[in-house]
């Protein structure tokens, strides 16, 4: 019988990463990684900061944007960017389908949706002299919320 291959766990694959490039390994690292490990959706970093103090560990909002850089550049995140809101991280989740987003230009919800033939189309194409890691696709409209509201405001006489 052969031995099952196991994945190495995100923890495992940031100590490598940290190791190979001569990057501390510290304790706080480690921390906003389980942290993050237990979000879902999309978080920003000061989000991130504040649920680290709610879990009653504080660390610096510096220590919180060099660990987010660490862990985009090893791949367990990624940064997106949602028109104004600034920069929102999101983990990689290697088993999950690859998912769009739909970011209401009025509240800003922004909602993840998965369509395969979406992703198809864009995996099977071929980019001559550049290799994708990996990619982002935002529709920008109304959502449902919104778009009820307005038709109330509009009659109602309301802008």
């Given at each position: 019988?052969?031995?099952?291959?196991?994945?190495?766990?995100?923890?495992?694959?940031f100590?490598?990463?940290?190791?190979?490039?001569?990057?501390?390994?510290?304790?706080?690292r480690?921390?906003?990684?389980?942290c993050?490990?237990?979000?879902?959706?999309?978080?920003?970093?000061?989000?991130?900061?504040e649920?680290?103090?709610?879990?009653?560990?504080?660390?610096?909002?510096?220590?919180?944007?060099?660990?987010?850089?660490?862990?985009?550049?090893?791949?367990?995140?990624?940064?997106?960017?949602?028109?104004?809101?600034?920069?929102?991280?999101?983990?990689?989740?290697?088993?999950?389908?690859?998912?769009?987003?739909?970011?209401?230009?009025?509240?800003?919800?922004?909602k993840?949706?998965?369509?395969?033939?979406?992703?198809?189309?864009?995996?099977?194409?071929?980019f001559?002299?550049?290799?994708p890691?990996?990619?982002?696709?935002?529709?920008?409209?109304?959502?449902?919320s919104?778009?009820?509201?307005?038709k109330?405001?509009?009659?109602?006489?309301?802008?």
């Amino acid at each position: 019988m052969s031995a099952s291959k196991v994945s190495p766990t995100s923890r495992e694959l940031f100590d490598q990463y940290l190791r190979s490039n001569h990057k501390r390994r510290t304790a706080e690292r480690f921390a906003i990684l389980e942290c993050i490990l237990n979000v879902q959706g999309h978080f920003s970093a000061e989000e991130l900061g504040e649920m680290m103090k709610g879990q009653g560990y504080p660390v610096s909002t510096a220590t919180v944007y060099s660990t987010l850089e660490l862990l985009v550049e090893c791949g367990l995140v990624v940064r997106q960017r949602f028109s104004d809101k600034g920069n929102l991280y999101e983990r990689v989740l290697t088993s999950a389908v690859t998912h769009h987003h739909l970011i209401c230009t009025v509240c800003g919800k922004i909602k993840e949706i998965r369509d395969q033939s979406m992703s198809d189309l864009i995996e099977c194409r071929n980019f001559v002299g550049f290799t994708p890691s990996y990619y982002s696709l935002n529709i920008y409209g109304i959502c449902a919320s919104c778009s009820r509201q307005r038709k109330r405001n509009k009659s109602q006489g309301k802008k």
